[in-house]
Structures are given as structure tokens and as C-alpha cells.
């Protein structure tokens, strides 16, 4: 809440009050009077003047001049609203719920969990895009459309976990999936806008994995990457952790780490990167996970203009009415119980 005086100038008016009571004041002693030689009775007859105050007419004269000088500065109070008009960007993660990721080479949790919570921070920072989400493994589906709601998509994200499909990995599937979402979700919004282009200044793919494509039916990886290059859509490939023995769970003894061998198609991953314009990078850490989403974050800028104005309501009247009737009332009371006689 804003407070100002939209005119105060109008307080210099104030500076003519002391003139005033030394004008009044010099009248008060240069006034008609009538020699009387027993004043003292005088004033005990009930309801004389000289019994009563009789600065209190002045005073409400004064306390009415600054009331309209108040209501003359023009009191106001106001109600900051700042506009934000942005040009996001559409985004979809595309987020590997395979096997592989139970590996626990990204302390303190899993592959999964550690990118469950990247990915988190990440959406946190991206308040003015459109965030959908879609989780693969032998099959690719999408847990979450493309939405602004972001609380809301973050607890979709929670949600993710093994054993939602089965646990191979289908790079192909992913991508062609995340595509048809973007695809769809601008054709939606065309049909809304009744235009022929997209509102958006980019969309793009953001595939998080740290497997190989080893799942046959459906697009592969490489057609699917130019379907997606045909539609102006980027692809950031992120390759979790690298080829080698890497810890996982026991399958049967709870706590226990057993040695496995995981395989990390970088070769594809580069490749669909390139083709769609996108960049490919290699997270071996929760820190170098973090960096790359920290990198992607400042390559895809979202175009953000605002501009902040301040609604004022008037006050002006309420000091105005005050002063009014504090004149009437001088103005009463000087022409009833202090009025002087001969007129």
C-alpha cells in the first residue's frame, strides 16, 4: 500500500494561519467595548459570553482551513501491479525409470532419485515455461502434459519410480514420445489462438538416460531425433554416469552392493543431439548433473518484459466534508450562542 499527497503544494496555504491569529488576535484588542461599572456581576449571569471559551470558534476555523488544505493536497492511496508478458519455453523431460538407473554411484540415493530431485530444482527455476514430463523404460508414456502449474508437475515427478514399466530402455520411444507431445500441445494452442504460429520462441527435449537403446519395435533413436528436427525441436542429451562395473542394490539381500556392468550409448546420444541442434553432456555426479541442468537453464533464456504501474484512490473528499462542517458549525455557533449585540 502506497501513500502520497498528489498535490502538496497546497500545504504552503498553511503558512497563512499564524498571519491569521495575529490578525484576529490584534481585532480581539481593538474591538468595541462598553465601560460598565459592575463587570463582575456581569459574569455571573447565567449564560453570558465571557463565561465561555471563546477561542472555540477560532479554533474550529483553523481546524477547517486544514481540512480543505489536506483535501486541496489531494490524499491518495495506491495499489502497486507490476504486468509480466513472457515468451516461454515449452519443455519436456524425458526421464529414464530403467533398471540401470538403481545404480548407486549418485550418493546419497540412486541415479533415479538424485535425478528426481535435479530435475525438481530445475522446474523451480523456470516459473514462466511450460514443463511436461515423460518417463521410459521398455515403454514411454507421458506422466505429466506440458503445464504451468508447476507444484503440480513437481508431484507428478515424485511420483516416478520403478516398476512403472518394464525396465529396458527405449530411447526411440522416448524421444518420438516427448515430440508428440510438444507437437500436440502447439497445434492445441494454434486451434486456441485461431493463428498459424506458435506463441513460443522454443521448444525442446530435455532426455536424461544412462542406458543404450536395446528395446526393437518402435521408431529408433535417429529417425525420431530428425522427426523432431522437422519440427524445430531441440534435444539436450544428458548421459548418467559412464560404461564399466557400477554399485547396485542386492536383488535378494537388503543392503547389500553387488558390482554390475551398465553401458552408456554416448554415440547415439551425441548423434540426436546434433541432429536437433541440442547439445549432448555427461553427468558422472550429482554436482556435474546439477552444472549441466545449470547450463541448460542459461542456454534456454526465457524472454521476460514487465512493467509496474500504481492505481491511487482518492481520498480528498473525507477531509473536504470534514472541513465543511466544522465551517457550518463555526458558523452556527458564532450567529446563536456567541453572537454580539448591537449587530
Known amino acids: 500500500m502506497i501513500f502520497r499527497f498528489s498535490d502538496p503544494t497546497a500545504f504552503l496555504i498553511l503558512l497563512a494561519i499564524p498571519v491569521l491569529l495575529l490578525t484576529w488576535r490584534f481585532q480581539r484588542r481593538t474591538e468595541f467595548s462598553i465601560s460598565y461599572p459592575m463587570l463582575s456581576k456581569l459574569a455571573r449571569i447565567p449564560g453570558a459570553v465571557s463565561r465561555r471559551p471563546i477561542q472555540i470558534p477560532r479554533l474550529l476555523r483553523v481546524l477547517a482551513l486544514i481540512l480543505i488544505v489536506v483535501a486541496a493536497a489531494r490524499p491518495q492511496s495506491g495499489e502497486e501491479k507490476e504486468v509480466i508478458y513472457s515468451e516461454g519455453v515449452d519443455i519436456v523431460v524425458a526421464l529414464d525409470i530403467s533398471g540401470s538407473m538403481r545404480a548407486l554411484d549418485f550418493q546419497p540415493e540412486n541415479r533415479l532419485e538424485v535425478a528426481k530431485q535435479v530435475v525438481g530444482d530445475f522446474i523451480d527455476g523456470r516459473s514462466h515455461?511450460?514443463?511436461?514430463?515423460?518417463?521410459?523404460?521398455?515403454?514411454?508414456?507421458?506422466?505429466?502434459p506440458l503445464t504451468l502449474d508447476h507444484d503440480l508437475l513437481k508431484v507428478f515427478l515424485d511420483q516416478a519410480r520403478f516398476g512403472m514399466v518394464e525396465e529396458n530402455t527405449a530411447l526411440g520411444k522416448a524421444v518420438s514420445s516427448a515430440v508428440n507431445r510438444l507437437r500436440v500441445t502447439a497445434e492445441k494452442r494454434r486451434k486456441i489462438q485461431q493463428s498459424n504460429e506458435d506463441e513460443t520462441d522454443s521448444r525442446i527435449i530435455i532426455l536424461v538416460t544412462d542406458g543404450a537403446n536395446n528395446v526393437q519395435s518402435g521408431l529408433d533413436p535417429i529417425t525420431a531425433a530428425k522427426a523432431a528436427e522437422s519440427l524445430g525441436i531441440r534435444i539436450y542429451t544428458i548421459g548418467v554416469g559412464s560404461n564399466g562395473l557400477a554399485p547396485f542394490p542386492h536383488p535378494r539381500f537388503k543392503g547389500r552392493v553387488v558390482q554390475q556392468q551398465v553401458e552408456l550409448d554416448e554415440d547415439t546420444l551425441k548423434e540426436i543431439a546434433k541432429i536437433t541442434g541440442g547439445q549432448y553432456f555427461q553427468a558422472r555426479s550429482t554436482n556435474g548433473l546439477e552444472t549441466i541442468f545449470g547450463v541448460i537453464d542459461d542456454l534456454?533464456?526465457?524472454?521476460?518484459?514487465?512493467?509496474?504501474?500504481?492505481?491511487?484512490?482518492?481520498?480528498?473528499?473525507?477531509?473536504?466534508?470534514?472541513?465543511?462542517?466544522?465551517?457550518?458549525?463555526?458558523?452556527?455557533?458564532r450567529h446563536s450562542i456567541y453572537r454580539r449585540y448591537p449587530c
Open 300 to 333: 534456454e533464456k526465457t524472454r521476460i518484459e514487465s512493467y509496474k504501474y500504481t492505481r491511487y484512490t482518492e481520498h480528498y473528499l473525507i477531509p473536504l466534508l470534514a472541513g465543511i462542517i466544522l465551517l457550518l458549525l463555526e458558523l452556527i455557533i
Open 129 to 144: 515455461d511450460r514443463i511436461g514430463l515423460v518417463l521410459f523404460g521398455s515403454e514411454a508414456f507421458t506422466l505429466c
